[in-house]
């Protein structure tokens, strides 16, 4: 066997070993795994199950291990996807005043593509964006009960990465 038929050999082993792999396929939203640009938190979505106000589910971990949990619903009167990021929630029924004050973070969650477009948070089954805007999320989180009460050092920043896809 000469050099080239070697690598022509090669060439082809490469191009059918590429062929025969198995796709892969875009990570869904609810299985995608976001960080932020300090590491100082992470975002993993997680299926929100059957549900008729809530779209999406999430968890937030800050960098000291504090967990705060989070979820979607989409507003009636103009279309968006309304985040929460609560802390220590109490079970049960709650009040408007009791859920006011486990909130760390309130607002719109806005993604963005490769090509720097601005587009809405997703439904779950569609394909999770490359990333994820939380706007004034520092700011809100140095006001909140997970920042002061657990004594966090370090607040994310607004934009966070696709890092990868839970299996």
Same mark, same amino acid.
């Given at each position: 066997?000469?050099? &080239?038929?070697? /690598?022509?050999? /090669?060439?082809?082993?490469? %191009?059918? @070993?590429?062929? @025969?792999?198995? *796709? &892969?396929? /875009?990570?869904?939203?609810?299985? @995608?795994? =976001?960080?932020?640009?300090?590491?100082?938190?992470? %975002?993993?979505?997680?299926?929100?199950?059957?549900?008729? /106000?809530?779209?999406?589910?999430?968890?937030m971990e800050l960098g000291d291990g504090v967990v705060l949990d989070g979820i979607v619903m989409w507003s009636a009167d103009v279309s968006r996807p309304n985040g929460? !990021?609560?802390?220590?929630?109490?079970?049960?029924?709650?009040?408007?005043?009791?859920?006011?004050?486990?909130?760390?973070?309130?607002?719109?969650?806005?993604?963005? +593509?490769?090509?720097?477009?601005?587009? !809405? !948070?997703?439904?779950?089954?569609?394909?999770?964006? &490359?990333?994820?805007?939380?706007? +004034?999320?520092?700011? *809100?989180?140095?006001?909140?009960? *997970?920042? &002061? +009460?657990?004594?966090?050092?370090?607040?994310?920043?607004?934009? =966070?990465?696709?890092?990868?896809?839970?299996?």
């Amino acid at each position: 066997m000469t050099l &080239r038929e070697g /690598a022509s050999a /090669a060439t082809f082993l490469a %191009v059918f @070993a590429v062929a @025969a792999a198995p *796709a &892969r396929a /875009a990570c869904p939203i609810e299985l @995608a795994v =976001f960080g932020d640009r300090d590491e100082a938190a992470s %975002v993993e979505f997680v299926p929100t199950g059957e549900s008729a /106000a809530v779209t999406n589910t999430f968890r937030m971990e800050l960098g000291d291990g504090v967990v705060l949990d989070g979820i979607v619903m989409w507003s009636a009167d103009v279309s968006r996807p309304n985040g929460m !990021l609560m802390h220590d929630c109490p079970e049960g029924d709650v009040t408007g005043e009791e859920l006011a004050a486990c909130t760390a973070w309130q607002g719109v969650i806005y993604t963005a +593509d490769a090509s720097g477009g601005i587009g !809405l !948070l997703p439904a779950e089954g569609t394909a999770a964006p &490359r990333t994820l805007i939380f706007p +004034d999320l520092g700011p *809100a989180l140095r006001h909140s009960s *997970a920042y &002061r +009460d657990q004594g966090s050092s370090k607040l994310p920043w607004d934009v =966070f990465a696709l890092k990868g896809c839970q299996e």
